[in-house]
């Protein structure tokens, strides 16, 4: 236990009785309950610690990924599917002919989604991520076509198998990257298609 120093100026001719109150300060200290430290370190390394990939992973709202590399420096993260309440059908990804510079990402879907939503044009996939409130998170995002390929490899039996889901890549002014999950293949549709979403967030290691 820390005690934090204390420095204590007598007067002289003060009665002796002031000796006894530099050791009266330190058996006031209240000491931290070791139980109390214990079950907030259980509760600290559950919160950060992850299941076998794709598991549940209660304390962060969704199933288990994996990890997705950074980029530009930033810091490797792992990535969380949200349940199935976090799955819409017949969004389309919107935009159609005009070209999205901050949203063709390979790997980062957050980026990609916030730009998306900052946009003039309607995105109603992205969009609909500013909505959620899932396993109490709001920050999920709609993810990067590489995030998609992660799940299919990690988590297929978590998706449905017809027909696309939309990732937040772009791949033209008029086309953005979907990825299915009966063959893991991914191409591109019109963006006024209208497709599956599935929404992840992350945790920064």
């Known amino acids: 236990m820390h005690i934090q120093t204390v420095n204590i100026h007598f007067t002289p001719g003060l009665s002796a ?118 396993a109490g998170f709001t920050d999920w995002y709609l993810p990067a076509r590489n995030e998609l390929r992660l799940a299919y490899i990690t988590a297929k039996q978590h998706f449905d198998t017809e027909p696309y889901y939309w990732s937040s890549t772009q791949s033209s002014d008029d086309g953005a990257w979907d990825q299915t999950f009966n063959n893991g293949n991914q191409g591109y549709s019109h963006k006024e298609f209208e497709g599956r979403v599935r929404f992840v967030r992350r945790l920064e290691i």
């Not at 058996?27 to 794709?54: K, L, M, N, V, W």
């Open 17 to 134: 009785m002031n000796s006894a109150l530099p050791k009266a300060f330190m058996d006031s200290t209240p000491a931290e309950d070791p139980a109390t430290a214990a079950f907030s370190d259980r509760a600290a390394h559950a919160t950060h610690t992850p299941p076998r990939i794709g598991q549940t992973w209660p304390e962060q709202g969704g199933i288990y990924l994996g990890v997705m590399p950074g980029e530009g420096g930033k810091p490797d993260y792992h990535l969380i599917l949200s349940d199935k309440a976090g799955e819409f059908k017949d969004l389309a990804w919107g935009g159609y002919g005009h070209d999205e510079p901050g949203a063709k990402s390979d790997n980062d879907g957050l980026a990609n989604t916030q730009a998306l939503q900052a946009s003039d044009e309607l995105h109603p996939a992205a969009d609909r991520a500013a909505e959620l409130d899932l």
